[in-house]
Every structure is written in structure tokens, then in C-alpha cells.
């Protein structure tokens, strides 16, 4: 299968590739990892006259941390470095736990974090995982820098904020107020389908006190779903088996699950609230004990 | 037959977008005028002729094109043949040298693990990439590593015995490489 036309250009720098996007007046996609776009493009869901391939551009590949504890991804870290930082479970358990289920090895080795989080696939993973971080997208255009919430970012299915001159630069996870926790489950019906139930789960503590928490559903509703009520539970608590079970509801309670091809939508309402269970029941944190 | 690069390039008119790319496939470097939208695979299979790369789904589910690009598999289904330009491509006719076949090979020919065939260069490729970075692998994690390759005559239980075979035939090797050096 091949794609419709279009023209191809590789720039070299951040700036040499929004000057193309912008001359380009919204005909342009931009080319990262190309895991979903690519698919797309052969199947003609999307016919762009131009493609700008970012993967010339030096400096976009990095993962790190700020030295005030900010996460950085850079829009050509792909799902792969993530998967393979040994260390990255104790910096960010939450997006630790997530690299490793997305798609399959094959493409995430090409497969980029921004990437995924751009294409805004309603069903994608990385989506549930930045909203409950608190992440957000730094997108750069023509007249600079502008930060944007990833519980914002997506305003539709397979759309974003972005303008059409903008390039997603980097994502990043601020600092957490005290220790962090967290973790993703993904139930699949095979390596490489959408998820049937993924829950990203990320805790903030200061002694056995949660400061800050985030709850995303992915495959449960018609796009991501911030489970707010849920997380905003837990805060001021500790990880007791009461408040987890509490909290536990109060997701499956928001989720919209459709019944389909991977369960009766009851079934994946029970696998989102054993989900947050079994994530929150695994924290260091947790107490085995009611208080 | 008209192959589909010779199609895409006929079809070129004076405005279709062509660019020139050099690319290492197999250690041997090409250069070549292709339409940007020629994918990785038809590159490697209609314009070079290496026609093991097999396409299966074209849909970047089974991974039956995967080659190795700069040293990761990769869906050459899923890149396109510009995206290669200055970057090392192998392919499954890049394992073998002139006089032997590569460990796995071996093992794939020892244990049996193909029956029609038609995974079996992705599923080497994807196996070469992991004993590069994990000379002795798991069970489990050798079938973690092949998770992203299907095989529809399900021979997987082969295929992961081939895989443990050639990870030790290359263990053999290097130990035999380093009692003739010591």
C-alpha cells in the first residue's frame, strides 16, 4: 500500500522545521517515530501534502531530570529509551510502567512519546499516563514557547492544540511535592492491540500522607478520562485499604465503558477498579490495615 | 511484471517531489533517486531485489518486513525508503556470509523453527537484535522480544528453541574465538 503524494523535507534544526510547517499553512504533518502515522498515511485515513521529518534534528532524543526534579521527554525520546532506563522505575514508576506495554518492541523502537501524545489517539496510552503526572506539552512556534496541559491538549479525536506552525518540542512532568509513586496497568488481549483497560495511577506522599495524586483511564470511555473525584480522594489520606477501596469506586463509577469485542462494558468497569486497587495496594505507602 | 518502484517511478512527472538517498544495506551503499512516499520494504524488495524481506500485513501488526536499522529492528513497512538516507539497513540476506550461515540460522535450522517460512526473516532479525544486546536470554524474555513478530503456523515453540539454540552456539563461538586468541 503506499500513501497519496507529497513533498518530504528533513530539516536540521528546530526552527528550520516550524519555518516549514508555517510555509507549509496547515498542509504539513510532522514525521517522528511514524508508528501511527505512517499506517494511516497507507490506509488514507490521513493524505498530507508534506511531511517534515524531525529525526535529523539534534537534541530532541533526551529523557531527563531538572535538578529541581522536573521530567523532561524530548519529541525523539522514544518509547524504547524509556523501557530500558533501569532507573526511570524509581524516578517515574509511572511512565516506567507504561513504556514496556506500549504497542510492541518492534515499534517502540521508532515509536515517540510526543509522538503518541500529538496523535491523540483517544484509546492511546501515553494520554492517561501524562494526565495523571500532571504533564504537559511544550510546543514551540514562530513567536516562542508555550506550555500546555496534556489533560487540555487533546480536543478531539486524533486533534490537539497545537497550531499548524507549532512543533511539540517536549513533554515534561513537574517536580512532585515530596516522593513519588505510581504505576500503570494495561490489560491487552495480545502484545500490540489497544488497551481493553489501562489505569496510570501516580502518588505523591510526604511521610504516609498522600500530597498530590492522578488517576487516567485509557479504553474506557470515548477518549482519556481524568478520574478527578478519584484522586482527589486520596489526597490528605494514607493508603489505607478503606481509602483505596473508596477510591477504587469512584473510578469505575466515572469510566464509560462500551461493551464490545474486548468485554461487556461491566467487566471493564470491575478491571478498573481492581486496577487502581492493585496499583494503590502496592505503593510502598499502602497500609495493610484500616486506620 | 512491473514491480511497484519501477510504477511509482513512471508514474513521476515533472512536479512529483524525488529525492536522492544513499543508504547502507548489507554493508553495500547505494544511491537512488526514489519518490518519498516508497516505503523501506518495496526499497529493499523492488529497487535492491533483496526479496527476503517478506510484507505480510502492511498494516504494522506482524512484523514479517522487520529489518535492522542501524542496528534496531525496525517495520520497514512503517519507514519510508528517505527516512534511510545515511543510516545502515540489514537485512535477512545480510546474516549469512559467503561460506557460512549465521548462529541463527543454525538454530533455526537445527530446532526447526519455521514451517512455511514466511515470518522467519523478521523473526531472525528481531532474535539477532536481541542476542546483540542479550548474548543469554531467558526463556521468557526471548518471547518478549519476539512479541512484536506473529507466526501464523504458530510454531512459536520452535522458534524460541531456535533462539535459545543460536544464543548458545554464539556463546560456543565467542568462548571458542577467545581460547584461539589466549
Request: charged share 20%.
Amino acid at each position: 500500500m503506499y500513501p497519496s503524494r507529497f513533498s518530504y523535507d528533513a530539516p536540521t534544526t528546530v526552527a528550520e522545521a516550524i519555518d516549514l510547517l508555517r510555509r507549509a499553512g496547515g498542509e504539513a504533518k510532522v514525521l517522528a517515530g511514524g508508528q501511527s502515522l505512517v499506517p494511516m498515511m497507507k490506509l488514507r485515513f490521513a493524505s498530507p501534502e508534506m511531511l517534515v521529518d524531525i529525526n535529523n534534528i539534534p537534541g530532541l532524543a533526551y529523557h531527563s531530570a531538572d535538578p529541581d526534579g522536573t521530567y523532561r521527554i524530548g519529541a525523539l525520546c522514544r518509547h524504547e529509551d524509556l523501557e530500558k532506563d533501569a532507573e526511570l522505575v524509581t524516578q517515574q514508576p509511572t511512565i516506567a510502567a507504561a513504556a514496556p506495554v506500549i504497542a510492541d518492541p518492534i515499534v517502540r523502537t521508532r515509536g515517540t512519546v510526543v509522538g503518541s501524545l500529538c496523535h491523540a489517539d483517544p484509546q492511546g496510552d501515553w494520554a492517561s499516563v501524562m494526565s495523571a503526572l500532571g504533564g504537559s506539552i511544550v510546543a514551540e512556534g514562530p513567536s516562542g514557547r508555550r506550555s500546555i496541559q496534556c489533560a487540555e491538549f487533546v480536543n478531539g479525536p486524533f486533534q490537539n492544540l497545537l497550531e499548524f506552525d507549532e512543533l511539540a518540542i517536549e513533554a515534561f512532568v513537574p517536580p512532585p511535592v515530596g516522593a513519588r509513586s505510581g504505576g500503570y496497568l494495561k490489560l491487552e488481549r495480545r502484545i500490540g492491540d489497544f488497551a481493553t483497560v489501562g489505569v496510570a495511577v501516580s502518588v505523591e506522599s510526604s511521610g504516609d500522607q498522600v500530597t498530590r495524586a492522578g488517576i487516567g483511564l485509557t479504553g474506557v470511555g470515548p477518549s482519556t478520562i481524568c478520574a478527578e473525584a478519584a484522586a482527589e480522594l486520596l489526597v490528605g489520606q494514607d493508603l489505607n485499604p478503606e481509602t483505596i477501596h473508596r477510591a477504587a469506586e469512584l473510578a469505575s463509577e466515572i469510566s464509560q465503558p462500551r461493551s464490545d469485542h474486548r468485554g461487556s462494558a461491566a467487566y471493564k468497569r470491575h478491571v478498573v477498579a481492581t486496577f487502581v486497587t492493585r496499583i494503590l495496594s502496592s505503593l510502598e505507602l499502602a497500609t495493610r490495615e484500616a486506620a | 511484471m512491473t514491480s511497484l518502484f519501477e510504477v511509482v517511478s513512471e508514474e513521476a512527472s515533472a512536479d512529483t517531489p524525488i529525492r536522492r538517498l544513499t543508504v547502507t544495506v548489507n554493508g553495500n551503499q547505494h544511491t537512488l533517486d526514489v519518490e518519498p512516499r516508497l516505503l523501506l520494504a518495496h526499497l529493499v524488495r523492488q529497487a535492491l531485489g533483496l526479496t527476503g524481506t517478506h510484507v505480510g500485513c502492511d498494516t504494522t501488526n506482524c512484523g514479517a518486513c522487520t529489518v535492522l536499522f542501524d542496528g534496531s529492528p525496525v517495520k520497514s513497512c512503517t519507514m519510508f525508503a528517505v527516512q534511510a538516507d545515511g543510516h545502515e539497513v540489514t537485512t535477512v540476506e545480510g546474516l549469512a556470509s559467503a561460506s557460512e550461515l549465521d548462529p541463527i540460522q543454525e538454530g533455526f535450522k537445527d530446532e526447526h523453527g519455521l514451517q512455511c517460512g514466511f515470518c522467519t526473516p523478521g523473526m531472525m532479525l528481531s532474535a539477532k537484535a536481541l542476542l546483540n544486546e542479550n548474548p543469554d536470554p531467558t526463556e521468557d524474555e526471548i518471547r518478549w522480544a519476539l512479541s512484536g513478530n506473529l507466526c501464523r503456523c504458530t510454531g512459536y515453540q520452535n522458534i524460541v528453541k531456535a533462539v535459545l539454540r543460536a544464543a548458545a552456539g554464539l556463546r560456543n563461538q565467542e568462548d571458542a574465538g577467545e581460547d584461539e586468541t589466549s
